[in-house]
C-alpha cells in the first residue's frame, strides 16, 4: 500500500496544531509519476518524475522539524500588506561590473561568487567581464539585507541554491535567465519579497524538504510563470508564502507538482493547472484553508473537480483512477459525500481540514489511507460505507469531535494510531477485524481514547481492558 511521507510527531493535544514532521518510510509517494522524483523529492529520486519526492521524505523528517511547525502558524492570519508597484525592468540601468566578485576560469563563462555593491535596484551585467555565459555561485548574494531589487540577464544559465537565501531587503525579482531551474533554497527566507517573474527558460523549480525554492517567503503575492515550465514544482518549493493567492499555471507545460509544494500557503484561494499536469501530490496543498477554485485543463486525464473534492480519473503519478486525492477546503460542504466508484481515499487527502463535521463514503471505497481525515477537529460522524476492508495507520488521529464509530462488516484490517487520541465513548468493531497493537503505547490503534467502550461480538470492553480485546484482535 503506497503511502505519503508526513505523519504525526505528536499524538497528544498537539494533534491540534497545524504542526507536523516527516516520518521516514511512511509513504512511497501519493501522487507520483511512477517513483516519486520529488515526491517529496527524493522526495527525491523520479517517479517518472516524482521519485525525487519519496526519497526525501524519508529523509527529512528532522529537517522539516520546527521550521515547519513556526511557518504553518505563522501563517494563519492574512499578512497585511501594502501595495507594491512593479518594476519596470527597462528602467533599470546594468549595475557596475566592480560591484559584483567573480571568477574567470578562460572558459568563456564568469562566475558570480559575491556581491559588494550599494544594494537597492541591482541589473547585473549581460556580459559581466565580457563573459559569453554567467553561472551565480552558491551563498552568492546569501544574506544580503541592501538588495530591493534583481535583475538576472538571459546570459546566466545557471543560478546556484542558497545564492539569494535570506536576503531581507529584496522585493522583486526578474530572473530572464535561460537556467533551466531554480535550485533548491535560491530565494528561501525572503521575507520581503513581493513579486517574482520568471522570463527565461527555467522548466523546473526544484525543493526538498525544508530546502524549498521559495520557501518561506511571506510576502509573496505573484509569480509570473513561463511557458517553458515542463518538468516540475519540487517538494516545499512555494512552502508558506502566506500572501500567495494565486497561482497560474495554465500557460505552462508543467507535468507535476511534489510534496507540500504550496504547503500552508494559508491565504491561496486560486490553482489553476495546465491540461499536461500528470500528478500532483496528496499534500501539494496541505494546510490551505481558503483554497477554493481549482482549475484543470482542457485535455488533462489525470485529475477531476466535483464538489470540492480533486480526484483522480486516471493514473496520477503513483495514485490510482477513482482516487479521493483532496479537498478544497474553502470550497467543499462541512459534510463530505465522496463520490459513488471512488475506491480509495488517499493519504492526507483530507489532513487538518477544520470545516467538515460529516464524512460519508460509499459501497465502492476499500481503503482509507494514512493520515487521511488526522486532525479532523469538527469531525463527528463518519458514515462508512460496506466496502472499506482497510484503514491505514494514523486515518483519524486527532479526530477529537469524534465520539462513536460503528465500522463496517467489511472492515478486516486497521493500522496503528488509526483512532488514536480522538473523542471516541463508542466503537462497534465488526467479527473479522485485525489489527496491530502497536510496538509502542502511542502506536496503539485507539490509543488516547480512555472513555471508550468497544463492542465486539456482543460484548463490551472498557479502555481499561484493552489487553483482553488485543488478544482477540491484535494480529
Given amino acids: 500500500m503506497r ?9 497528544t493535544a498537539a494533534a491540534a496544531a497545524l504542526a507536523f514532521v516527516l516520518a521516514a518510510g511512511s509513504i512511497a509517494g501519493c501522487g507520483g509519476s511512477g517513483g516519486l522524483e520529488e515526491a517529496v523529492q527524493a522526495v527525491g529520486e523520479a517517479v517518472g518524475g516524482q521519485g525525487e519526492d519519496s526519497q526525501e521524505a524519508a529523509q527529512g523528517e528532522a529537517a522539516q522539524g520546527e521550521d515547519a511547525q513556526a511557518e504553518g502558524e505563522a501563517a494563519e492570519t492574512a499578512p497585511q500588506l501594502p501595495e507594491y508597484a512593479p518594476v519596470d525592468p527597462e528602467s533599470v540601468p546594468e549595475s557596475a561590473e566592480g560591484d559584483f566578485i567573480y571568477e574567470d576560469y578562460g572558459d568563456s563563462r564568469i562566475y558570480i561568487t559575491g556581491y559588494q555593491g550599494p544594494g537597492g535596484q541591482v541589473k547585473i551585467p549581460a556580459h559581466l567581464g565580457g563573459a559569453e555565459t554567467m553561472a551565480i555561485m552558491k551563498d552568492a548574494f546569501k544574506t544580503n539585507e541592501t538588495i530591493t531589487y534583481i535583475y538576472i540577464p538571459e546570459t546566466v544559465t545557471r543560478i546556484e541554491e542558497y545564492s539569494f537565501r535570506d536576503c531581507t531587503g529584496l522585493e522583486e525579482a526578474y530572473i530572464a535567465a535561460d537556467a533551466l531551474a531554480i535550485e533548491k533554497s535560491t530565494f528561501r527566507g525572503c521575507t520581503a ?80 493547472l495546465p491540461g499536461t499536469a500528470q500528478w500532483v501530490q496528496c499534500n501539494s496543498f496541505m494546510a490551505t484553508p481558503n483554497l477554493q477554485e481549482f482549475d484543470v485543463g482542457e485535455g488533462n486525464t489525470a485529475l477531476e473537480v466535483q464538489d470540492g473534492v480533486v480526484y483522480t480519473i486516471d493514473f496520477c503519478g503513483s495514485e490510482s483512477p477513482n482516487t479521493a486525492l483532496f479537498g ?148
Avoid at 503511502?3 to 499524538?11: H, N, P, S, V
Avoid at 512555494?238 to 509544494?261: K, M, P
Fill in 193 to 272: 519579497l513581493r513579486r517574482v517573474v520568471l522570463a527565461g527558460s527555467v522548466s523546473t523549480i526544484e525543493g526538498e524538504m525544508d530546502s524549498g525554492a521559495f520557501q518561506g517567503c511571506t510576502s509573496l503575492t505573484e509569480v509570473v510563470f513561463p511557458d517553458t515550465l515542463n518538468n516540475h514544482i519540487q517538494t516545499n518549493a512555494f512552502y508558506g508564502c502566506t500572501a500567495l493567492e494565486t497561482v497560474d499555471l495554465s500557460n505552462t507545460q508543467l507535468q507535476g507538482i511534489g510534496q507540500l509544494a504550496f504547503g500552508y500557503c494559508t491565504n491561496l484561494k486560486t490553482v489553476k
Fill in 328 to 475: 478544497l477546503e474553502g470550497a467543499m460542504s462541512e459534510d463530505l459525500v465522496i463520490r459513488e466508484g471512488t475506491e480509495r481515499v488517499t493519504d492526507h487527502a483530507f489532513q487538518h481540514n477544520q470545516k467538515v463535521r460529516t464524512v460519508t463514503l460509499p459501497d465502492s471505497v476499500t481503503s482509507i489511507g494514512s493520515n487521511a481525515f488526522s486532525d479532523c477537529q469538527k469531525l463527528a460522524q463518519v458514515n462508512f460505507g460496506n466496502g472499506v476492508e482497510l484503514i491505514e495507520q494514523r486515518a483519524f488521529e486527532g479526530c477529537s469531535s469524534l465520539e462513536e464509530v460503528v465500522l463496517p462488516a467489511s472492515l478486516t484490517e486497521m493500522e496503528d494510531s488509526c483512532f488514536s487520541y480522538c473523542g471516541l465513548k463508542k466503537v462497534s468493531l465488526p467479527d473479522g477485524v485485525k489489527y496491530s497493537s502497536g510496538s509502542t503505547t502511542q502506536e496503539y490503534v485507539f490509543a488516547g481514547d480512555k472513555d471508550a467502550v468497544f463492542t465486539f461480538q456482543g460484548k463490551e470492553y472498557t479502555y481499561d481492558q484493552a489487553a483482553e480485546l488485543d488478544a482477540l484482535l491484535a494480529q
Fill in 3 to 11: 503511502k505519503c511521507m508526513f505523519e504525526k510527531g505528536k499524538r
